[in-house]
């Protein structure tokens, strides 16, 4: 008898925390079924700590932007933490690309 009241203890317990673990995890998702994670000592997302990384010419960037299928690069303007380039896309198209100037990341790419 004590091994069924323990064992339905254990039962219990696994079946009331399964709703606290998924309202736990909830507060992860993004507002459009994204990823992110909250610092849970300030209460914000804190962004990427760029002081750490190394910023790359975007020359370094050009191989792997043309293996994306982009060509005919015009003249690089950083910004921020980012280029703007004009350059033409695998259809021709005129595009404006925003690359990121430290991961090498697409950010956008606007018509």
């Known amino acids: 008898m004590k ?3 323990a064992l339905a203890g ?8 399964a709703p606290l673990a998924a ?3 909830s507060y992860r998702d993004g507002p459009r079924g994204g ?6 000592y300030r209460g914000h997302d804190r962004g990427p700590d760029y002081r750490h990384m190394q ?3 975007f020359g370094y960037w ?3 932007l043309e293996r994306s299928r982009y060509y005919g690069f015009g003249r690089p303007v ?3 933490h980012y280029y703007r380039v004009h350059a033409r896309d695998y259809r021709g198209r005129l595009v404006l690309l925003t690359i990121n100037a430290y991961t ?3 950010i956008s790419v606007g018509f």
């Open 104 to 106: 090498g990341a697409i």
């Open 78 to 80: 950083f910004y921020d």
């Open 35 to 40: 990823h992110y994670q909250r610092d849970g």
């Open 3 to 5: 091994k069924f009241l």
């Open 23 to 25: 309202q736990a995890d």
């Open 55 to 57: 910023r790359r010419d």
């Open 10 to 17: 254990v039962a219990a317990a696994l079946v009331m925390a």
């Open 62 to 64: 050009r191989p792997n």
